[in-house]
């Protein structure tokens, strides 16, 4: 890739709009998708289609009318291109070769044809048949010491049916041990919640952005990564919600939008302002923000007592509904607004503006996404975040409610399928007593604790349900060289990426087919369920011929995976399963209450809505009621004593999405909203802090994370880029920018790595 061709160019155009469709034409061009997969573009989110793969932003309806979204596009087609990895090309190139491509090269290869397994003799993949795969499997699994020294990694495009089959199999083999990509994502949403709410999953559905007035939108980039999203901002903005966009980057992407749906806006070239206010916390700033505009909403009720006017805070909710609102009150009058002004980088005047948007809304939906899950203090945040809500009562009402967006399609309905690596007792007597064996107990490893496991020769069968391991995780290096260290290395996949490359001993890459394809087990095509970020529980049928008669569907390849491996040490019905997957829901029903006649209810169009006890203000909490949850500024964090030590040259660094990759599937070079163009390797930082390093604007610098171990990690080759970014706060791309994350930087209670707060130091670089 010819990086230093790159170039930057601010845009000047509407999100979406006649750049989307543009872009849009060309890819389908340059994935050279077949004629009769073009139906399928068409077929997204239909009734009688498949579950667009692109993110899991819910659809109205699911039904009717064809949402047009590039992203949605760009994921078919990438899993609908005709170009295809076949034995041959795996006998052209040892894996040493392909090593030295990049991840947009390696992408764009096409689709996986045939099991291949590694030949380290030619340092090549080979063909071999299924039953050799799976036997293959079964021998290394069932020669461990310790079913505790294998992990079963999951992606979030995995069906209902696959993952829990998947964590079925898992268990019976006899562990726990279920990193996931949702541990790198939403997990300090998943964990955050439970302690306040009860529930670590969304309040809202669809239906709420319609009658909302206030929209706070925290660290998200829909117009790139879920722009469905942004259709449903553009509806609010026009019926005059205020949308407050809160986000250390300026995201032009949020500032107009251009409705592809609407083809008068399109011909007139007119857009709609989307966000009506901008607050730029600093990284990780948030914390101290929300708890800012709490102190500010208890100020302001303060004052309504005592002039004797309407109540600011929801006395009957609070009353009725919550535990543990004094000692949280207590904490907020205690706290110093210095220390919150200091911490989150915004003035107390626009904490206070930010509030009184907040106390204005009478229905608000708040929503987040990476930028407040990735960091130390991302649990405490969530925290503040919900108590800051139920101040007002803004939970389990409509047109309000808690809105984290997820990512990966199915990545919410594969932690409720149970690819959780801490499972719930009552969850594992369920499996007890519909299967009739004893699950493990104990916890199992997450992504973080799996690595760090295969590097102690803890872990030595690592076995990935699509994604891709390699790239997404933190700490690159050390992460290669614990893959590298495993007995066996599985990846069942659709597309070629780096972790089939970094390769245990033994590994195999296994095809499978994608959710757009045709999936016909004895004759009669299958569907398979996902959940959405909204709980909307659907049916998605492949509509596209597969890529290759030689792929089997992922509860195809599970299912034959642990027939191989568990013999007859568990009667379960294994074939039944795969040959008609209405079984599987019919079991999945009988753990699961909530999944009551599953197959007659997701035979409905548009599927239903899953139940969640927190929007119904019933709380699972163990007061029974929603609880405050008061948290203190972290005063002892890494940033701090990396900034101690270097001053004002040390900067937190993000990592984060371009326009036109999908997690570490490069799709091409363009970041478009943001103005960069055919080039990846670029920091986005405030213009006083290239000054402070003396240096200008285009200038090429290293990078070095501060952490101290005493590991160098570092990444090179980088162009400032001027931007509007709080002063020592800069960004750049993932996964580029995953060797600066130290392993063992995580979540305090989530374990996800602080991708969104990297303490680093910059270096002068010669331009490449
Ligand atoms: N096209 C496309 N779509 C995708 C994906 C993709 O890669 N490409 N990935 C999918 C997946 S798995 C996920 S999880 C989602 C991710 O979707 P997002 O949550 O939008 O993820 P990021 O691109 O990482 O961007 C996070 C945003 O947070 C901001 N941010 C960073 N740090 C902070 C902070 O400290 N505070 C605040 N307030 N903001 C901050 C960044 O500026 C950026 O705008 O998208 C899904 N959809
Ligand atoms: N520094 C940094 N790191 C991050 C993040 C960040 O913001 N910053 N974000 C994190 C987040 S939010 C996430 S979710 C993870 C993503 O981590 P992953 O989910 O592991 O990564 P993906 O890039 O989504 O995986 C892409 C691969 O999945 C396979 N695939 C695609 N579709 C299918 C399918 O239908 N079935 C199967 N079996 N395989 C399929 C293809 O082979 C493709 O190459 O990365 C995390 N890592
Ligand atoms: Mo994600």
């Known amino acids: 890739m010819a990086e230093t061709k790159g170039r930057i160019e601010a845009y000047h155009h509407p999100a979406a709009g006649w750049g989307a469709l543009k872009y849009v034409a060309i890819n389908l061009f340059k994935e050279r998708v077949s004629g009769a997969n073009y139906k399928s573009l068409l077929a997204q989110n239909q009734p009688d289609g498949f579950d667009c793969p692109g993110c899991a932003w819910p659809d109205r309806e699911h039904a009717s009318t064809f949402e047009f979204c590039e992203n949605g596009v760009k994921a078919v087609a990438a899993e609908s291109t005709s170009k295809r990895v076949t034995p041959a090309f795996f006998a052209q190139h040892t894996v040493s070769e392909l090593l030295a491509q990049s991840d947009y090269a390696l992408e764009q290869h096409g689709r996986l044809t045939h099991p291949m397994v590694y030949d380290p003799a030619s340092d090549k993949y080979a063909p071999l048949a299924w039953d050799e795969a799976f036997k293959l499997i ?66 809202v559905t669809l239906d709420d952005f319609e009658h909302a007035d206030t929209l706070l939108i925290f660290g998200q980039n829909p117009a790139t990564n879920h722009p469905r999203m942004l259709g449903e901002l ?26 592809p749906q609407h083809p008068l806006e399109m011909l007139t070239m007119s ?25 500010r909403v208890l100020e302001m009720d303060d004052r309504a007592v005592l002039i004797g006017v309407r109540r600011v805070l929801d006395v009957d909710f609070i009353n009725d509904h919550t535990d543990g609102f ?134 030595k069968v690592f076995v990935g349900l699509g994604g891709n391991f390699a ?23 659709t597309k070629l990426n780096r972790s089939h490359l970094i390769h245990g001993r033994k590994a195999l890459i296994l095809p499978t087919l994608g959710r757009t394809e045709i999936d016909e087990q004895n004759g009669v095509a299958q569907g398979v369920t996902v959940e959405d970020s909204m709980s909307m529980v659907h049916i998605s049928f492949g509509l596209n011929k597969p890529a290759s008669p030689a792929l089997l569907s992922e509860i195809a390849i599970v299912s034959r995976m642990a027939e191989a491996t568990l013999g007859a040490r568990h009667q379960l019905k294994w074939q039944a399963y795969r040959d008609n997957y209405a079984l599987i829901r019919d079991d999945i029903e009988k753990v699961f209450d909530d999944f009551y006649d599953y197959n007659a209810r997701v035979a409905k169009p548009g599927g239903f809505h899953l139940k969640v006890a927190s929007r119904e203000r019933e709380w699972s909490t163990a ?44 799709y091409a070079l363009d970041d478009r909203y943001r103005g960069v163009f055919g080039m990846r390797r670029v920091i986005f930082i405030n213009q006083q802090d290239i000054d402070m390093l003396g240096m200008k604007d285009g200038d090429w610098v290293d990078v070095r994370s501060v952490w101290d171990d005493g590991v160098e990690r570092r990444a090179d080759g980088f162009m400032l880029v001027a931007y509007d970014i709080p002063r020592g706060c800069i960004g750049a791309y993932y996964p580029e920018t995953n060797p600066l994350v130290p392993l063992d930087s995580v979540a305090d209670g989530a374990g996800t790595p602080t991708s969104k707060s990297i303490p680093v130091l910059l270096t002068p670089a010669v331009a490449p």
């Not at 709609?272 to 505009?293: C, E, N, Y």
């Not at 060289?481 to 990846?491: E, G, I, N, P, R």
Request: glycine share 10%; aromatic share 6%.
């Open 623 to 666: 007061s029974g009621k929603a609880q405050f949850v008061p948290h203190q500024v972290a005063i002892d964090t890494p940033i701090r004593r990396a900034r101690a030590k270097h001053g004002e040259r040390l900067l937190v660094m993000m990592t984060t999405r371009s326009h036109d990759q999908y997690n570490t599937t490069i």
């Open 234 to 259: 553009r509806e609010c903005a026009r019926r005059g919600a205020t949308i407050v966009s809160i986000n250390p980057l300026r995201e032009r992407g949020l500032e107009r939008f251009a409705s």
């Open 138 to 203: 079964a021998g290394e699994l069932n020669a461990l010491d310790d079913p505790d020294q294998a992990a079963f990694y999951t992606s979030g495009r995995a069906s209902n049916e696959a993952a829990f089959l998947y964590q079925l199999f898992v268990r019976a083999y006899g562990t726990n041990n279920f990193p996931d990509c949702s541990n790198m994502c939403h997990e300090a949403t998943s964990r955050g919640l439970p302690g306040t709410v009860g529930v670590g999953k969304g309040t």
């Open 326 to 459: 004094s000692e949280f009150a207590r904490d907020l009058r205690a706290e110093k607004w210095a220390l919150l002004v200091a911490e989150s980088g915004v003035s107390r005047t626009q904490i206070e503006a930010l509030a009184d948007v907040f106390m204005r809304g009478e229905r608000v939906i708040a929503t987040w996404g990476m930028g407040l899950t990735q960091h130390k203090h991302s649990v405490p945040t969530i925290q503040m975040l919900s108590n800051l809500m139920m101040m007002r009562g803004q939970i389990g009402r409509q047109g309000s409610g808690l809105c984290p967006v997820r990512g990966h399609s199915n990545v919410q309905g594969d932690r409720t399928m149970g690819i959780e690596e801490r499972p719930a007792g009552a969850f594992l007597d369920r499996i007890r007593h519909v299967f009739g064996f004893e699950p493990p107990r104990e916890h199992g490893y997450d992504v973080v604790a799996s690595i760090a496991a295969m590097e102690q020769g803890k872990v």
């Open 471 to 493: 790239m997404a995780t933190p700490d690159t290096p050390r992460t290669f060289k614990a893959l590298q260290s495993c007995a066996l290395t599985v990846h069942i996949a």
């Open 271 to 295: 857009s709609t302002p989307i966000s009506s206010m901008f607050v730029q916390p600093r990284l990780g700033g948030d914390f101290a923000l929300i708890k800012g505009v709490a102190k």
